[in-house]
T-cell receptor, first 109, second 114 residues
Framework: GQNIDQPTEMTATEGAIVQINCTYQ??????LFWYQQHAGEAPTFLSY??LDGLEEKGRFSSFLSRSKGYSYLLLKELQMKDSASYLCAVMGSNYQLIWGAGTKLIIKP | IAGITQAPTSQILAAGRRMTLRCTQD?????MYWYRQDLGLGLRLIHY???????GKGEVPDGYSVSRANTDDFPLTLASAVPSQTSVYFCASSELAGGQDTQYFGPGTRLTVL
């Protein structure tokens, strides 16, 4: 079957760094997406990885290892506004997205 | 402002009633999607449309129908609502279907079926 796993909840301190992991088992792979979703709002796009390695975009970076079925999202210099859920999604062989349940990130001052 | 709109924002519905959730985008995107989001579960695809005039079934299509008469609109209909359809429904669109095209989401419709 197809499965995407990510931690349910994480807590971090303002100004610190946090890494949110995502592991996946899917039939086919056509890229991995990270989205941010604030409570009561729509998901918004953060990053896309299709090749192995690190993609950096400001305070956010995303890493992919296709051989390990593994990705992480790295958030630096955490701000209170980063409190949100972070969704990992994989595009499978049928070009549809398969979504993880999301990681709720709580930032403490 | 370009984007996706959904209506209604929220709705309480009696079981057995028919309901249509509306979705309109003005980005001229080819592909559109309907998802439901339930606590503790990932977004689940209900139906999708790769281009106007075509539709396809996603992971959880039972009890739902869609149409795509034009590029901009993609309504989702619940023919006879049941309590298990209580959820938050998101409409999304992307320029093309598949690949690295980012999906953009509407604000969602919170539906409660009693």
């Amino acid at each position: 079957g197809q499965n995407i796993d990510q931690p349910t909840e994480m807590t971090a301190t303002e100004g610190a760094i946090v890494q949110i992991n995502c592991t996946y088992q899917t039939s086919g792979f056509n890229g991995l997406f990270w989205y941010q979703q604030h409570a009561g709002e729509a998901p918004t796009f953060l990053s896309y990885n299709v090749l192995d390695g690190l993609e950096e975009k400001g305070r956010f970076s995303s890493f992919l290892s296709r051989s390990k079925g593994y990705s992480y999202l790295l958030l630096k210099e955490l701000q209170m506004k980063d409190s949100a859920s972070y969704l990992c999604a994989v595009m499978g062989s049928n070009y549809q997205l398969i979504w993880g349940a999301g990681t709720k990130l709580i930032i403490k001052p | 402002i370009a984007g996706i709109t959904q209506a209604p924002t929220s709705q309480i519905l009696a079981a057995g009633r028919r309901m249509t959730l509306r979705c309109t985008q003005d980005m001229r995107h080819n592909a559109m999607y309907w998802y439901r989001q339930d606590l503790g579960l990932g977004l689940r695809l209900i139906h999708y449309s790769n281009t106007a005039g075509t539709t396809g079934k996603g992971e959880v299509p039972d009890g739902y129908s869609v149409s795509r008469a034009n590029t901009d609109d993609f309504p989702l209909t619940l023919a006879s609502a049941v309590p298990s359809q209580t959820s938050v429904y998101f409409c999304a669109s992307s320029e093309l279907a598949g690949g690295q095209d980012t999906q953009y989401f509407g604000p969602g419709t919170r539906l409660t079926v009693l």
